[in-house]
T-cell receptor, first 110, second 113 residues
Framework: GENVEQHPSTLSVQEGDSAVIKCTYS??????FPWYKQELGKGPQLIID?????GEKKDQRIAVTLNKTAKHFSLHITETQPEDSAVYFC?????????FGKGTTLSVSS | DAGVIQSPRHEVTEMGQEVTLRCKPI?????LFWYRQTMMRGLELLIY????????DSGMPEDRFSAKMPNASFSNLKIQPSEPRDSAVYFC???????????FGAGSRLTVL
C-alpha cells in the first residue's frame, strides 16, 4: 500500500521567512496530493491540493510543487505569519483513501 | 451544515473498560473514515465505509477495535477492552462521491489510564 514520508517533523521560522515542507510517496498510482493544516484542538483542514497532471499550484502565500518522476511533493509558505503556526500534513491518494504523512509542526515567531 | 460531529470530545477511562466513540457525517456524504492520531505515528487510517458498508478495515490495529455504520447518519468506533496504548485522538471524516476533499470532525481525545 501507499506510504508517505514527511520532513521535517518540526520547523521554526521567523515571521516573514519562508517555510518548506517536503513529502515523498511510494505508490506510483497515487494521483491526488492534498495538504491539510491542523490548528490546536481542531481537526485537519484542507489548505491546498494538487493533481498528478499539474506540476505546481499557487494560492496567495502558499504553493505546492509535484515531481511525479521522483515521487515527491512540497509545500511552500512565503512571508510566514504567526497564524501560520500549526501542524501541517501532506497526503497521497491512490484509490479512495488518503494516506497521510506524520505531520510537521510549524512555529512562526514574531 | 454543522460539519462532521464527533462525541465525546474527551474521554478518560480505565484500562479494561469499553470505549465507544461516535460520529455523525455531513449529510449527503457517502464516504466515512476513521483515523487515529498519535505523536509517534501521525494520522493513521483505521477503516472506511462507503454507503454504510465497510470497505477497508486493514488499518484496525487488532480485534479489540470494531466499527459500524448502521445508517448514513451515524458511525461508531468501539474499543473493548481498552488499553493505555490506545490513548490517542480519534478523528472521523467524511466526503461525497466524486470528491477528494475530506472534512474532519474536531476529534475525540481518548486517555486510557
Amino acid at each position: 500500500g501507499e506510504n508517505v514520508e514527511q520532513h521535517p517533523s518540526t520547523l521554526s521560522v521567523q515571521e516573514g521567512d519562508s517555510a518548506v515542507i517536503k513529502c515523498t510517496y511510494s505508490d506510483s498510482a497515487s494521483n491526488y496530493f492534498p495538504w491539510y493544516k491542523q490548528e490546536l484542538g481542531k481537526g485537519p483542514q484542507l489548505i491546498i491540493d494538487i493533481r498528478s497532471n499539474v506540476g505546481e499550484k499557487k494560492d496567495q502565500r502558499i504553493a505546492v510543487t509535484l515531481n511525479k518522476t521522483a515521487k515527491h511533493f512540497s509545500l511552500h509558505i512565503t512571508e510566514t505569519q504567526p497564524e501560520d503556526s500549526a501542524v501541517y500534513f501532506c497526503a497521497a491518494q491512490a484509490g479512495t483513501a488518503l494516506i497521510f504523512g506524520k505531520g510537521t509542526t510549524l512555529s512562526v515567531s514574531s | 451544515d454543522a460539519g462532521v460531529i464527533q462525541s465525546p470530545r474527551h474521554e478518560v477511562t480505565e484500562m479494561g473498560q469499553e470505549v465507544t466513540l461516535r460520529c455523525k457525517p455531513i449529510s449527503g456524504h457517502d464516504y466515512l473514515f476513521w483515523y487515529r492520531q498519535t505523536m509517534m505515528r501521525g494520522l493513521e487510517l483505521l477503516i472506511y465505509f462507503n454507503n454504510n458498508v465497510p470497505i477497508d478495515d486493514s488499518g484496525m490495529p487488532e480485534d479489540r477495535f470494531s466499527a459500524k455504520m448502521p445508517n448514513a447518519s451515524f458511525s461508531n468506533l468501539k474499543i473493548q477492552p481498552s488499553e493505555p496504548r490506545d490513548s490517542a485522538v480519534y478523528f472521523c471524516a467524511s466526503k461525497g462521491s466524486g470528491a477528494n476533499v475530506l472534512t474532519f470532525g474536531a476529534g475525540s481525545r481518548l486517555t486510557v489510564l
